[in-house]
């Protein structure tokens, strides 16, 4: 990765997968997430690993990280401004897509 980065590039990374403790919504999600957002990614990975141990993973090959933050309040308002705005361009989103 970092031979295709200019040497002042960026790269966001980015960690989701299914709770420990999942209930059934947590199951549909990462269906959802293999079929629509992530093709052939695997969700079922469980985040058992604290985030500490991702610095240094991220670190050994010689990136330096800037920030890090943790985006389940944050994502999971977006995902409902989505929704929102979605379920407002519906009549666009069909004519464009078609019904699935």
């Not at 919504?25 to 052939?40: A, S």
């Amino acid at each position: 990765m970092c031979d295709l980065l200019d040497d002042d590039g960026w790269l966001v990374f980015q960690v989701a997968g299914i709770r420990p403790a999942w209930q059934f919504e947590d199951l549909i999600l990462g269906l959802r997430m293999n079929k629509d957002d992530f093709p052939g990614a695997d969700a079922s990975c469980t985040l058992r690993h604290p985030a500490s141990h991702l610095p240094t993973q991220l670190e050994g090959p010689g990136f330096t990280i800037k920030s890090v933050d943790v985006l389940g309040v944050h994502y999971s308002a977006t995902i409902f401004h989505w929704y929102k705005n979605w379920l407002g361009n519906r009549d666009k989103v069909v004519e464009k897509y078609g019904e699935r």
